[in-house]
């Protein structure tokens, strides 16, 4: 069994079998290699050098498997050619492997298009002016829009084919699907002879068609959602129509994308929030981009025009270049110090002076348009720089691979430039500092395409090992500081501790050149390698939208059916919230509110009581971020309630300002670092024990007697005083005279002769029959009123529910379903009324039969009418995910222990979420050791060990949002596309 497998759910092909196969067979091959050659070249004897550490490594292979050193074959090619992507391409990484495939083809055709064109004429001036367009055009998402291309020539060939198999079979006509409307596809299908199959190829053809337009769309489908019927809230629906963000971007009004089910599908955006504009024009204004620089190289090419670096060769000169180069250092110095100071903290231990200050309304305009000068600024210098220190081989001493890598080195150069700005103006500023101080000749040698790559590779492995020292220093300290942590035999633990501290640093050192995670041995602080992978970290990041049925149909029909809800109901909630966020994030990342967060690995907390959110951006890229939303379970585990409640404190040590007038962080090697406040409009969730009210014999009376007055109105407005068209099945079941004595003073006669203008209920008998036989079938049991027994309480909850009492006469609503759901919807407001009424000392209101009484309660129809008032099954999280804006509902403690009734009120409204930026590699080593523990190192305890609570580190919640089945998240938007301005 191998001990550490890339793929811990489903492997279609079985790599992991061959994992081990795949190193035995490229030892042996490389072996082979060195046997067979016997030139006597320098390049040679390396390799055999080489070979000579590859046997050695050979003979500990099995070491190396037995803790999980050796990357699988996928994970290791994945994770080659990442790494080769982002270093020497200066791309981004990526989100699964087609986007991989399509990435690295777009990458590869830029740089071999900028090697012909200097090697056609030498021409330096076409290679710039194409590697810098090429560099622009390659920063974008454009593997999203070959994505898109692909699936829609997927799709026509798909019914291309499909109608060639019916003509060959007789020529039948494919009847065409209409996704969006269910019953029109019906009846086309009665007028022809489509057979199923073919019915379902079109559809999936359909459904193909309509995730490549929605994705180009760019929409989004929280707009979808509150456009559906039954929204209830027209305060939201006026905020949809107006625009979200700032520049003119109008977020969203399509028809939101459909989940991919098929392999893949995590290169699939069901939510891409928002667009910098409409997606058309960008490709149209990318695709005239293109074509105008085509044009003018060939142009320059006619008239043999390449003097630009000429013409900027006085940028060369020394005293000039002294000049520009510490303009760019100080614009670079004062830059990042001003973004680092709206941070709460500088260095996560000082307070920041202009934190709140640069963010308040004042100033949030003005530190907004001064962040897209510099960034546009500091692009513009930097690509002007590049351009006027190109120095490329001299023609004379320089083969074609030289060239070819110089085409490499300018094209990522330029590509780096727009694809992170940020990390691109500061590996230029580091180089210009370098060039400084009395280097070594080599650099020297180097052009600044090549010093360009050498200190970004350096940088980002840089950030990387302080991040891992800071997990492992935390993690080690922690063992023995915190008493719950500590463990048996701590002092010898300590000492064999120091004693590994040097090939701790070795592996410190390594894990941080190759990128690799770091493994904690089952949860102990003694480390090792961790095999190397995609930065993503597992080989698919699929969506989970929470057990039971999907809630996006093929059809409009299936969307609006408000049963189609998933069956998790915690995934309800975020299903509403995360497009919130997604909107939220946008400007925020744009506008550099977030600023350095917009980099592939990084990884966001973000927090409103009860809600934990995370944020994996696992792409980024010019105008855009591809971003894995998980959300976490609402009900509480005590792990999980004591790192949120750390969470918490933290947050109110930072925000609050009684707390924050402290001048150093209590919190500095904390994993989780605040950063600010969102505003998303999610619910605010009040709960509130019943005791007091459902148990009060006053209050249960009153429920009683506003019941019957509900359900008037409700039968009134329904059939608009004409009783006589009441269905025959409503009517029939009929009191005796007896009966109709117990029961007519319950029923409000001034109530309803105010109501209804009339002196007497002569002439609605009907009605009064049908209200009467409703009443005593919900509220009457032997004849006497269950609201005045001891079971009043229960009753109250069970009906509210769904729970009719037992008795014979139940059956009738039974049979009549629609009059059922009236019965029940009278009593529902009658709680809420009552409810609402003991809060505001209304009570009198509800008494009242008069005209202010009549008023009042058909004032409480109209308010209701907004609200989704009952149980919390199937349609109450289809609400819940739809965005609607009032629910309310009463059920029994989540305690099984508590026999109290409990009332849950959820509002949407506008809400802060606080942002916290994780340690990613703190994260990614927690992740790395799953395997290793799970399904090797297993042991008899329940409760695995990495669950455990972990203050600072934040092990049970970072756990929680693996991918399955290592992890469980209660809700995971799979791969998504945030579209930020450009």
Known sequence: VDPNPYRSGQDLFRASVTSRAFWIVFAFAVDLVAQEVTSTAAFWRSYRDANDVVRILFLLFPAFWAFGVLPPGEAFVG????????????????????????????????VFVSFCLYQWKRSLTSMMLFAGGAGYLVSKDMTTYVSNWLDHFDATKSRCCCCCRRMKRGGARVVPINTGNSNNSNNDNNSGDASPVNVHVVRAVNSVETRARSSAQMSSVNSSFRNRKGSGDSDVKEQDEKKQHRGGNNIGSQQASRVDQRSGAASRHLWPFGTARNSFLTVSVESWLVIAMIVAILVLHAIDFDNLPTEMSHLRDKTTRQYWDWMMIALCFVYSMVRMLQFPFVLRVFRSPLYGKLSSPSWSSRTRRAHTVFRWAYQLLTFTYIISQANPPSAGNASWSDFFLYS????????????????????????????????????????????????????????????????????????????????????????????????????????????????????????????????????????????????????????????????DADAAFYLQMVPEIGRALIPAVADGELWGTAISGRMLLLRLEPYLVCVHVVESGNGYLTVVIKGFELQQTSCHTVEASKIDEMFDYVFEDTHFAKSRSAYPFHSLQPLGRLSIRTYSITKNVLTGIIDDRKNLQLISTTFVKFLILLIEKQFGGRYDTMPSTWTSEKLTSRESAVLMPHFPMHFFSTYTGDISAANAGPLVQLVLNCFSIVE????QSIVESPMGSKHVCDVFNGELPPSLARAFLEENPDLKAIVLKAYRYAVKAVYDSVALMEADSLRDNGREGVEYMMNLVKEYASWHIGRQDSTWQ???????????????????????????????????????LLNAESVRAMWASLNVELLYFTNDDDERYSIQAHPLLLRNLCIQMAEPPLGYPVFSTGVQRLSLPS
């Not at 020497?88 to 087609?98: D, E, I, K, Q, V």
């Not at 009457?780 to 004849?783: D, E, F, L, S, T």
Request: aromatic share 10%; hydrophobic share 50%.
């Open 79 to 110: 994770w080659l050619l990442e790494v080769l992507h982002v270093d020497l391409f200066g791309g981004s990484h990526f989100a699964s492997n087609r986007r991989m495939a399509i990435g690295w083809t777009i990458s590869l055709l830029s």
């Open 408 to 567: 490499i080195l300018v094209s990522r150069a330029f590509r780096w430039i727009w694809q992170q700005p940020n990390e691109a103006w500061t590996d230029a500023v580091v180089v210009i500092f370098l060039d400084q101080l009395a280097m070594p000749g080599w650099w020297e040698g180097l052009d600044f395409s090549a010093r360009f790559f050498v200190v970004g590779a350096m940088r980002s492995r840089m950030v990387e090992l302080i991040d891992k020292l800071e997990y492992m220093v935390v993690h080690t300290v922690t063992c023995f500081t915190h008493k719950k942590l500590r463990m048996p035999g701590h002092r010898t633990m300590a000492a064999l501790i120091v004693a590994l501290a040097p090939f701790h640093l070795v592996v410190l050192v390594c894990s941080a050149l190759c990128r690799a995670p770091i493994v904690p041995l089952l949860g102990v602080p003694i480390f090792l390698p961790g095999y190397p992978r995609p930065l993503r970290m597992w080989p698919d990041l699929t969506p989970n939208w929470g057990i039971g049925t999907k809630l996006f149909g093929d059809s409009e029909e299936q969307q609006d059916d408000a049963d189609a809800a998933v069956g």
């Open 780 to 783: 009457i049991r032997n004849g």
């Open 878 to 916: 289809a609400r819940l995910a739809k965005g609607d804006a009032r629910l309310f509902s009463i059920g029994r403690a989540e305690d099984a222990r508590d026999s109290r009734y409990v009332s849950q009120t959820y509002q949407l409204s506008p809400q802060l979420i606080n942002v916290g």
